[in-house]
Structures are given as C-alpha cells and as structure tokens.
C-alpha cells in the first residue's frame, strides 16, 4: 500500500470528520443522515492516519507531492 495522499488532503479530511462528528453529537444532524456522516468521518479519519485512499487508485489521483 503506497501513500497516495498529501498533507493539504490529510488535514482536510480531518477537519471536515471533526465537523461531521460536531454536527452529529451537538444534535444539529441526526437520523440517518447522522450516521452516514460518522461513517464518513470514520473512513477520512482512517485514510487520513494511513495516507492512502482506495478510491484514489482507479482515477490515478496522488496528492502526495
């Protein structure tokens, strides 16, 4: 598995699993859009910690620079 992901992307990501986690335990979104958004912000966190992205492969992106 060969990073695929730059530091811009990674903090990105991270942010935006920080906001969708704010938004769900503050109540601001809920039901089952609030669980898509944990599961979301799960798989960003995840990719961010590990620097690849699957999807990233069958489109030939690398933001690593």
């Known amino acids: 598995m060969k990073a695929n992901m ?7 990501r991270t942010a935006l699993a920080i906001v969708f986690a704010f938004l769900y335990f503050s109540g601001v979104v809920s039901g089952t859009l609030g ?13 961010s910690l ?4 699957p999807l990233y492969i069958p489109f030939k992106i690398n933001t690593r620079s």
């Open 6 to 12: 730059g530091n811009l992307d990674r903090i990105i």
């Open 35 to 47: 669980i898509i958004l944990l599961v979301l912000g799960a798989v960003f966190i995840l990719t």
């Open 50 to 53: 590990v620097s690849f992205c």
